[in-house]
């Protein structure tokens, strides 16, 4: 872990790790944290540790078509309107993009598995799947992307996957399990 960065959401000026108890808000993210982070004093940015390891350009299993183009949604054409097709949460910083396709991603949600376990279903793993119906925890209606036992038939919303009787356990090689429930899962997973 550097010192100093440079980084290409801030090429201004180098940002320097810096470990203070109050909140920040991230740059990139848009999520608060405390503690350790990447700062440039004269401009007031600053990134998570964690935010800096995206890369510029990704591909991402769930849109296997085009690779994705990191783009900041302040400067964003598209509107103010926009969610990430993964969780459905609206995005409010920096995020992933397919042009062409109008596919959008928040960073985080590019770390997802494609296999998870979870004690709600624990006979099987889920797979990350496009699929319609509804979700096997809440019974609301699914938007598209949903952790899925096709054999049983059982679907869970991505968030109720972090909540639908998830409660401890291991994480696997190319799999996590979903028990982290302040966690999205991917941030559990192992690289």
Known sequence: MADTITHFTHPEHQLLLTHKSSKFWCDLCKISGTGLRYRCETCDFDLHESCTTYPEILSFYAHPWHKLALADHSASTVGSAICCDLCREPVKGFYYKCTPCGFYLHPHCSLSPRLVHSRFHPDHMLM????AGSCSACNKDLMVWTYRCGMCSVNLHYK??????????SVGDDRVDASKKTQKPALTAKK
């Open 160 to 169: 109720c996957l972090l909540t639908a009787g998830n409660e401890g356990g």
């Open 128 to 131: 990350l799947v496009p699929t």
